[in-house]
């Protein structure tokens, strides 16, 4: 039988820092969630309908194949300047020669980066040949500068193999999502099921979102890594509300006479320290990620870090509030 000062707990409100209820405010909960879906499907739609990019994320050259080259600039004591527009433009005037069977690659799609100050340049430009590479790296000499020997890089993927890359990356989405609901479905019931893959796409949504943001407003693309990041966040997000869903449960059986949405509040308030500190430390190694680890994994950790916080903001704020909706119906 339930505690009658258990009861009267609820009836007087949350005590303590940890003991927000959420079903409380779910209306100012949903509102929060839901400008932040319109802004990441906006940005989406904004993104597929831009003639440079025509979908729905930049996609990088992993997913549309290209040859990428990334030179080291030699900087004693400082780098010299080096105007982007100049580059481009040097390399969107040049003409290529063709290879044996093919016609020959338009640069005008060619996109170039600065990183580290102007130490390093990459180029993203159409599949060349390494006859074609090596004319490009000798029209853009002069305007370089003197390069680190050794430190070239020229990578080149076709586009059949970047269409499987997408294309993988999508099942390989896909049939987490499947695993992920039928494992709840099975554990627990279709209405946790549901609420898991409502968050789940929640998340996902959100991140892409951002990065259709970021592509738009700083032409960051997206990658396989990108890829592995939206199904680390899909795992961590459920992991986070299967938490929730396993203290509710516990609730419902402690705390029968209260509706449901009490059950849920009392639910998150007791793992709301849990998520928190878990959240915590799992941002400190991505933080030092995002400083120490290279331009090759800074995007990365980004999409990491911020799908973390979207994944705790929905097991804590989505998950909970939805659920006594969706049961009562």
């Known amino acids: 039988m339930t505690n009658p000062s ?3 707990q609820f009836a007087n409100g949350p005590t303590g820092l940890f003991a927000f209820r959420v079903n409380r405010h779910r209306r100012q909960l949903w509102l929060l969630s839901s400008v932040a879906i319109a802004l990441s499907l906006l940005g989406m739609a904004i993104s597929w309908l831009s003639p440079s990019i025509r979908a729905p994320l930049r996609p990088g050259l992993d997913f549309t194949g290209g040859t990428q080259i990334q030179i080291e600039r030699r900087c004693e004591p400082a780098c ?60 853009i000499e002069p305007l370089v500068g003197e390069t680190v020997p050794g430190a070239l890089s020229v990578d080149t993927i076709g586009p059949t193999l970047g269409s499987q890359l997408l294309q993988a990356s999508l099942l390989s989405l896909l049939v987490s999502f499947v695993g992920i ?21 929640h998340d996902v949504l959100i991140t892409c979102g951002l990065f259709a943001w ?35 449960r516990e609730k419902r059986n402690e705390l029968k006479e209260l509706p449901l949405a009490d059950q849920a509040d009392e639910a ?62």
Request: glycine content about 6%; proline content about 5%; hydrophobic content about 55%.
């Open 268 to 329: 998150v308030i007791s793992t709301l320290t849990r998520s928190v500190y878990t959240s915590l430390t799992t941002l400190l190694p991505l933080v030092a990620l995002i400083f120490f680890g290279g331009s090759t994994l800074f995007w990365f950790a980004i999409a990491l870090s911020f799908g973390i916080l979207i994944g705790a903001w929905s097991s804590i704020a989505v998950a909970p509030t939805l659920l006594p909706v969706l049961a009562r119906r």
């Open 80 to 139: 010299g300047e080096l105007k982007l527009s100049a580059l481009e433009g040097t390399l969107r005037a040049l003409i290529l020669p063709s290879a044996p069977g093919e016609p020959a690659p338009a640069l005008a799609s060619t996109s170039v980066q600065l990183l580290d100050g102007g130490r390093s340049v990459v180029m993203r430009l159409p599949s060349l040949s390494p006859d074609q590479a090596e004319l490009v790296l000798n029209t």
């Open 181 to 201: 609901s039928l494992y709840i479905t099975f554990r627990y019931d279709r209405i946790f099921a549901l609420l898991a893959l409502l968050c789940l796409a």
């Open 214 to 248: 970021l592509g738009l407003v700083f032409g960051v693309e997206v990658n396989s890594l990108f890829a592995v990041a939206l199904l680390t966040i899909a795992g961590y997000s459920v992991n986070d509300t299967v938490v929730i869903f396993d203290r509710i």
């Open 6 to 8: 258990v009861i009267a």
